[in-house]
């Protein structure tokens, strides 16, 4: 199976193109945020140089989020078109997920962050048995003493890694020595982990309907909702 | 020749739209999904809000185009795109997502500016010809653009503040009327009449330029003054003011403008073009000029739309203007402006 990976969740962009378990080419940028530009060259690029033609790909896996919003919604363009228009399978995973499987060999707690800004994070907590992800504490939208709070229970090591810099100094004040930074190597997502895993996930039924995983509502919408809390929100687009 | 055909996309605000163009003037289709009732909620278009409906409609939007037009990849010779000007995240989930099907059918992609896109849906009614003017006037632009060949598009006169659509909204907030105002506000006008007389700005100046803050301000002042002193204004003759100031300075200066540039045909496009103020006093205006043709867009195809990217993209695709896969958006796209 022709799988092509992409992941454009954060700064760093990560496509790759693997034919089963086989990486056939790969590329990761961490130095620009330029994807609406790079992403579809590079896969061209890599395209070419596994000698394959769009029409060879079998499926697509498509990091999903979260992360930034517009670096979530390009991956998410390219890989929901790209599976629609070349009829191919369409396989979604988390962003946080996909930066954790740099850790799938640990026996560790694994903990990759988002940084969302202002004391807020994308996190989720993950421990893997025999290569595979149990998400411990799911995806959420939070802030660093909320989560702080939610690992403390846990009573166990943790390896954090993804975007850490202004949260890694108050997590080893509260948590000392169960927390473990991850080598900054490692805190790059990988889209050949992506593909590999995603060889082995179950496709979506419905290609139209896949959204990016933003785990947060806009401002406006979650100002709307709590003075409408009974209205119906699935109605707000009309084909004329 | 050859025929052509275009599978083109549009997604520069709250409308996601994929549609298939036959020789540049021949809708095959138009699949328009608009988003006006979720902005609704906010009185105005929030941009993330946007992109997220944006994403979610594309695809079924390209299979939906697909299907009605009966076409399939094969048949197609190119796939146009709107990359500016607009915003910035919904003009990315479209111009992505026609980068992805150019790159996955090897076909060639073409860049068109939205505005090319307002001009070029006459081009669906009756084929234009040159040398053509245009009044472009939408929700984001107000501007006269000179044509002296198909693929030259020169602005001589732009508004210098809000654009006219903008200032409907406006001004339509005031009178209670929900976002966008314009088509309400112009119904009511034609229930009431002009009997407050609000300033023509640069009607009398030299030059093809607009501003309509000025005659937003004076109509806000006289609601507000009014309900000071707690008396209602009729409603109906308040919107006729306010149009009247519109369109009078539209038809000026577009009067003027075609009296310096001679053409063959004026265009009048952009949502504001579905105006039927403005039509009506430029078809009496153009009586003027025997040797120019009033082409109209049509009413439903003023409003954003790929229909006419993909008008305005079988033009380029003769003049093989072509983006390569690094194509991004360029929210703040504009043609030159000619003094
Ligand atoms: N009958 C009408 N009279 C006046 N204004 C109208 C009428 N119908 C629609 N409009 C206005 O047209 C505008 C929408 O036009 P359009 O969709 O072309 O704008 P846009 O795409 O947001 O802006 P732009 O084309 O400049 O990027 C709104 O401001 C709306 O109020
Ligand atoms: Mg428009």
Same mark, same amino acid.
């Given at each position: 199976?022709?799988?092509?990976?992409?992941?454009?969740?954060?700064?760093?962009?990560?496509?790759?193109?693997?034919?089963?378990?086989?990486?056939?080419?790969?590329?990761?940028?961490?130095?620009?945020?330029?994807?609406?530009?790079?992403?579809?060259?590079?896969?061209?690029?890599?395209?070419?140089?596994?000698?394959?033609?769009?029409?060879?790909?079998?499926?697509?896996?498509?990091?999903?989020?979260?992360?930034?919003?517009?670096?979530?919604?390009?991956?998410?363009?390219?890989?929901?078109?790209?599976?629609?228009?070349?009829?191919?399978?369409?396989?979604?995973?988390?962003?946080?997920?996909?930066?954790?499987?740099?850790?799938?060999?640990?026996?560790?707690?694994?903990?990759?962050?988002?940084?969302?800004?202002?004391?807020?994070?994308?996190?989720?907590?993950? #421990?893997?048995?025999?290569?595979?992800?149990?998400?411990?504490?799911?995806?959420?939208?939070?802030?660093?003493?909320?989560?702080?709070?939610?690992?403390?229970?846990?009573?166990?090591?943790?390896?954090?890694?993804?975007?850490?810099?202004?949260?890694?100094?108050?997590?080893?004040?509260?948590?000392?020595?169960?927390?473990?930074?991850?080598?900054?190597?490692?805190?790059?997502?990988?889209?050949?982990?992506?593909?590999?895993?995603?060889?082995?996930? @179950?496709?979506?039924?419905?290609?139209?309907?896949?959204?990016?995983?933003?785990?947060?509502?806009? @401002?406006?919408?979650?100002?709307?909702?709590?003075?409408?809390?009974?209205?119906?929100?699935?109605?707000?687009?009309?084909?004329? | 020749?050859?025929?052509?055909?275009?599978?083109?996309?549009?997604?520069?605000?709250?409308?996601?739209?994929?549609?298939?163009?036959?020789?540049?003037?021949?809708?095959?289709?138009?699949?328009?999904?608009?988003?006006? #009732?979720?902005?609704?909620?906010?009185?105005?278009?929030?941009?993330?809000?946007?992109?997220?409906?944006?994403?979610?409609?594309?695809?079924?939007?390209?299979?939906?185009?697909?299907?009605?037009?009966?076409?399939?990849?094969?048949?197609?010779? +190119?796939?146009?795109?709107?990359?500016?000007? +607009?915003?910035?995240?919904?003009?990315?989930?479209?111009?992505?997502?026609?980068?992805?099907?150019?790159?996955?059918?090897?076909?060639?992609?073409?860049?068109?500016?939205?505005?090319?896109?307002?001009?070029?849906?006459?081009?669906?009614?009756?084929?234009?010809?040159?040398? *053509?003017?245009?009044?472009?006037?939408?929700?984001?632009?107000?501007?006269?653009?000179?044509?002296?060949?198909?693929?030259?598009?020169?602005?001589? +006169?732009?508004?210098?503040?809000? *654009?006219?659509?903008?200032?409907?909204?406006?001004?339509?907030?005031?009178?209670?009327?929900?976002?966008?105002?314009?088509?309400?506000?112009?119904?009511?006008?034609?229930?009431?009449?002009?009997?407050?007389?609000?300033?023509?700005?640069?009607?009398?100046?030299?030059?093809?330029?607009?501003?309509?803050?000025?005659?937003?301000?004076?109509?806000?002042?006289?609601?507000?003054?009014?309900?000071?002193?707690?008396?209602?204004?009729?409603?109906?003759?308040?919107?006729?003011?306010?149009?009247?100031?519109?369109?009078?300075?539209?038809?000026? #200066?577009?009067?003027?403008?075609?009296?310096?540039?001679?053409? @063959?045909?004026?265009?009048?496009?952009?949502?504001?073009?579905?105006?039927?103020?403005?039509?009506?006093?430029? #078809?009496?205006?153009?009586?003027?000029?025997?040797?120019?043709?009033?082409?109209?867009?049509?009413?439903?195809?003023?409003?954003?739309?790929?229909?006419?990217?993909?008008?305005?993209?079988?033009?380029?695709?003769?003049?093989?203007?072509?983006?390569?896969?690094?194509?991004?958006?360029?929210?703040?796209?504009?043609?030159?402006?000619?003094?």
């Amino acid at each position: 199976m022709k799988v092509l990976s992409l992941d454009t969740s954060n700064q760093p962009l990560s496509v790759a193109i693997l034919d089963d378990n086989r990486l056939l080419a790969t590329t990761t940028i961490t130095t620009h945020k330029k994807h609406a530009e790079f992403l579809m060259p590079i896969i061209e690029d890599l395209m070419k140089k596994s000698k394959l033609k769009p029409q060879d790909l079998d499926r697509v896996v498509v990091a999903i989020g979260p992360g930034s919003y517009t670096g979530i919604r390009i991956a998410t363009t390219v890989a929901k078109t790209l599976a629609m228009t070349l009829n191919i399978e369409l396989v979604t995973v988390s962003s946080l997920l996909n930066l954790a499987l740099n850790f799938k060999d640990s026996q560790l707690l694994i903990n990759p962050i988002f940084d969302g800004r202002n004391e807020n994070m994308f996190t989720g907590l993950y #421990k893997f048995h025999n290569g595979q992800p149990e998400n411990v504490i799911p995806d959420q939208h939070t802030d660093l003493s909320e989560w702080l709070n939610q690992l403390k229970a846990t009573n166990e090591k943790i390896i954090i890694l993804g975007e850490i810099d202004s949260f890694a100094q108050k997590m080893k004040e509260k948590l000392g020595q169960h927390i473990i930074l991850a080598d900054p190597l490692k805190s790059i997502p990988s889209a050949s982990e992506l593909g590999i895993y995603g060889l082995h996930q @179950k496709p979506v039924k419905d290609v139209d309907s896949v959204v990016p995983r933003y785990l947060r509502l806009t @401002k406006a919408e979650a100002d709307w909702r709590k003075l409408h809390p009974k209205e119906d929100t699935s109605n707000y687009v009309e084909k004329l | 020749m050859k025929d052509s055909l275009i599978l083109s996309f549009e997604t520069s605000c709250d409308e996601t739209s994929v549609a298939v163009i036959k020789n540049g003037n021949q809708i095959l289709s138009n699949i328009v999904a608009t988003q006006i #009732k979720s902005h609704q909620r906010f009185g105005g278009v929030v941009p993330e809000v946007a992109s997220r409906h944006h994403i979610e409609q594309i695809t079924g939007c390209i299979r939906d185009a697909l299907n009605e037009s009966g076409m399939s990849y094969p048949d197609f010779d +190119g796939v146009a795109v709107t990359y500016g000007p +607009g915003l910035v995240g919904s003009l990315l989930i479209g111009v992505n997502a026609a980068k992805t099907v150019a790159w996955a059918h090897n076909l060639p992609l073409i860049p068109v500016n939205h505005i090319a896109g307002h001009i070029y849906g006459a081009n669906l009614v009756k084929q234009i010809e040159f040398p *053509a003017m245009a009044l472009v006037v939408s929700g984001g632009h107000t501007e006269l653009v000179y044509m002296p060949k198909e693929d030259d598009f020169e602005i001589i +006169g732009e508004t210098r503040d809000d *654009a006219a659509g903008e200032a409907y909204d406006k001004i339509g907030r005031v009178l209670g009327i929900n976002y966008p105002a314009g088509k309400q506000v112009d119904q009511m006008a034609h229930l009431g009449k002009d009997v407050f007389h609000f300033p023509r700005a640069m009607d009398k100046e030299d030059n093809f330029d607009f501003s309509f803050s000025g005659l937003k301000s004076a109509f806000i002042n006289t609601v507000h003054h009014a309900d000071q002193i707690n008396t209602s204004l009729d409603k109906n003759d308040l919107a006729a003011s306010f149009q009247a100031a519109v369109v009078d300075v539209l038809s000026d #200066k577009t009067v003027k403008a075609l009296k310096e540039f001679p053409v @063959k045909q004026l265009i009048l496009g952009g949502g504001v073009a579905a105006n039927l103020g403005l039509r009506d006093r430029l #078809k009496k205006d153009l009586t003027d000029f025997p040797e120019t043709e009033l082409m109209l867009v049509p009413i439903h195809l003023c409003g954003d739309n790929a229909a006419m990217i993909g008008a305005a993209g079988a033009m380029l695709l003769r003049h093989h203007v072509f983006a390569d896969a690094s194509l991004n958006a360029d929210p703040s796209l504009e043609f030159e402006y000619i003094s």
